[in-house]
């Protein structure tokens, strides 16, 4: 006991510093749950008056996201210690699992749906107790799949497309079954995701964009199918225009923004005025904005950066194993592509995707898949004294 506290093994010899006695970074690990305990006291302050407004208690959407938190952590440590070898050897199983989960979705009495202005919304599963969005999980799934995949591939650039094969038959399906939920913000932040990684696999730029060019019926089922979509768009480009109707959210996060100032209406003033609806989900960097001003907004990205910083470090000391590496460098990427999704939205860079911000956002199902991520990333970035 006495050397792991010195971070010696039990022959006394020295580990890799910033590790605890497995070879998980330390330095990861706290900036981790700085970011999960973080998100949890940000969202006591942002949700509490549409907390009391709808429930009559201000800590409501709190004590649920601290319960969510706990079964994330237990996520975290037992991906966090679970042999990846097993990991990657079940990477098609967890992605066919995955896909099970998001048909199970349109199963009445199993799936469970919510109707709205806009149609009918099939995105959550009805476990009795709790609900949960496999679109969410669907995220980790991929992750891995990519990684082992990416792992297997060692062929030509000459067969470079026989090799997207495979894993399209898995992918494909899940992304359609995510459209038709309909979330249209997590099928463009997991085909980002797939070019992404393809990309970063050396396959040819312009074949990459011949393929791009493939999804473009997928465009072409949101039009038809969901045809206030286009309509989302042009509220997008002038939402003054529609500041009564589809503009009201975005108008009101400009006005989150503008209140908040550098120091917060909390920090300076003691308060709030809360003309954002609902913005403790997608737009929950917008009420940071208006309680901590400009300078909590930036604390928050300097730890992001900070989490960036220390996984790229940690991923250029493995780089000598690949699924590891791949696993690893896909992680990172889906969770800051969340991070830039969330952001161009609150601001108005691109249209209203229902991307929610990691760590912040509330919701159960993307707190425990986020820290799902993060307990892989501190497993393949592991490294043992030996190694």
């Given at each position: 006991m006495i050397n792991?506290?010195?971070?010696?093994?039990?022959?006394?010899?020295?580990?890799?510093?910033?590790?605890?006695?497995?070879?998980?970074?330390?330095?990861?690990?706290?900036?981790?749950?700085?970011?999960a305990f973080g998100g949890l006291l940000?969202?006591?302050?942002?949700?509490?008056?549409?907390?009391?407004?709808?429930?009559d208690d201000a800590s409501y959407f709190v004590k649920r996201q601290a319960l969510w938190l706990l079964l994330g952590l237990i996520m975290m440590l037992v991906l966090a210690t679970v042999r990846l070898e097993l990991i990657e050897k079940a990477a098609t199983v967890i992605m066919l699992i995955s896909l099970c989960l998001l048909l199970l979705v349109f199963v009445p009495g199993i799936g469970k749906s919510i109707p709205s202005s806009h149609g009918s919304f099939s995105r959550w599963l009805n476990l009795g107790f709790i609900s949960i969005q496999p679109s969410e999980f669907s995220k980790l799934a991929l992750v891995?799949?990519?990684?082992?995949?990416?792992?297997?591939?060692?062929?030509?650039e000459?067969?470079?497309?026989?090799a997207l094969t495979k894993p399209a038959l898995l992918i494909i399906p899940t992304?359609?079954?995510?459209?038709?939920?309909?979330?249209?913000?997590?099928?463009?932040?997991?085909?980002?995701?797939?070019?992404?990684?393809?990309?970063?696999?050396?396959?040819?730029?312009?074949?990459?964009?011949?393929?791009?060019?493939?999804f473009l019926p997928l465009l072409g089922i949101l039009l038809v199918f969901w045809p206030y979509r286009l309509?989302?768009?042009?509220?997008?480009?002038?939402?003054?225009?529609?500041?009564?109707?589809?503009?009201?959210?975005?108008?009101?996060?400009?006005?989150?923004?503008?209140?908040?100032?550098?120091?917060?209406?909390?920090?300076?003033?003691?308060?709030?005025?809360?003309?954002?609806?609902?913005?403790?989900?997608d737009f929950a960097?917008?009420?940071?904005?208006?309680?901590?001003?400009?300078?909590?907004?930036?604390?928050?990205?300097?730890?992001?950066?900070l989490f960036m910083w220390r996984s790229l470090v940690l991923?250029?000391?493995?780089?000598?194993?690949?699924?590891?590496?791949?696993?690893?460098?896909?992680?990172?990427?889906?969770?800051?592509?969340?991070?830039?999704?969330n952001l161009f939205v609150v601001t108005g860079l691109i249209p209203t995707t229902g991307i929610g911000l990691p760590f912040f956002s509330y919701g159960g199902s993307l707190l425990i898949s986020t820290l799902g991520l993060c307990g892989l990333l501190l497993n393949a970035t592991r490294i043992q004294p030996d190694t």
């Open positions: 792991r506290w010195l971070n010696k093994d039990d022959t006394g010899a020295t580990l890799l510093p910033y590790r605890d006695h497995d070879g998980r970074d330390l330095i990861l690990f706290a900036i981790i749950l700085v970011l940000c969202l006591q302050s942002i949700s509490a008056t549409i907390a009391e407004n709808l429930h891995v799949f990519l990684a082992h995949i990416m792992t297997q591939e060692e062929a030509s000459t067969r470079k497309w026989q992304l359609i079954a995510i459209l038709l939920e309909p979330q249209y913000g997590t099928t463009i932040c997991i085909l980002s995701f797939i070019f992404i990684m393809i990309y970063s696999s050396g396959f040819p730029l312009l074949r990459l964009l011949v393929l791009g060019l493939s309509k989302r768009f042009y509220t997008w480009l002038d939402p003054y225009e529609y500041r009564f109707e589809g503009g009201y959210q975005l108008v009101t996060s400009y006005r989150a923004f503008q209140d908040g100032s550098w120091l917060g209406q909390k920090l300076s003033l003691g308060l709030a005025h809360r003309y954002l609806p609902y913005g403790h989900t960097l917008a009420l940071l904005a208006e309680d901590f001003g400009w300078i909590g907004v930036c604390l928050l990205l300097i730890v992001f950066v991923i250029k000391k493995i780089m000598h194993k690949k699924f590891c590496t791949l696993l690893a460098s896909g992680i990172l990427i889906m969770i800051i592509l969340q991070v830039i999704l």
